[in-house]
């Protein structure tokens, strides 16, 4: 039997409309509380940067996982290593911190269980053992989120 190799990512005009979409929704805090909007500064132009992602709650932590591999985001929060957090009205400033496979493996386990439109995009699957999903840390980047201390000032 041969085994199926992982879809790769194609940015079609449906997945551009669908993130605007859910983008919109996120705004407004209408979305699935698990998605967010996260805004990095890009590497190059310095531009703030906005996506729509599932802000993965695993392990009493709080993680980014790059389920169609290393993005432009992935590339921005390696850079910039904080970005900012926002659903609604509230946004938070956030720490981003690139995990070891050891430590990513985990995560993305629990994330394949939890978003079923990405798994066509890893080789490991749902029920495989953790170790299948430390192989794909290389392809699928996984980031610790972290508050950033607010420093003094009112309002603080």
Not at 35 to 59: K, N, W
């Amino acid at each position: 039997m041969i085994d199926a190799v992982a879809k790769t990512f194609r940015s079609t005009l449906l997945r551009r409309v669908g993130n605007v979409v859910i983008s919109r929704a996120v705004a407004l805090g209408i979305a699935p509380s698990h998605y967010v909007l996260l805004s990095i500064r890009g590497r190059r132009s310095g531009a703030e940067r906005t996506i729509p992602i599932r802000l993965m709650r695993h392990d009493g932590q709080e993680w980014f996982v790059a389920p169609y591999g290393v993005r432009d985001w992935v590339h921005n929060a390696r850079a910039a290593g904080e970005a900012v957090v926002r659903r609604g009205r509230r946004s938070r400033r956030v720490r981003l911190t690139e995990v070891s496979a050891a430590v990513a493996a985990p995560v993305l386990a629990a994330y394949v269980k939890k978003e079923p439109v990405t798994r066509p995009f890893f080789d490991a699957r749902v029920g495989d053992p953790v170790s299948a999903f430390e192989a794909e840390a290389d392809r699928h980047p996984v980031f610790r989120v972290e508050n950033m201390q607010v420093s003094g000032g009112a309002g603080a």
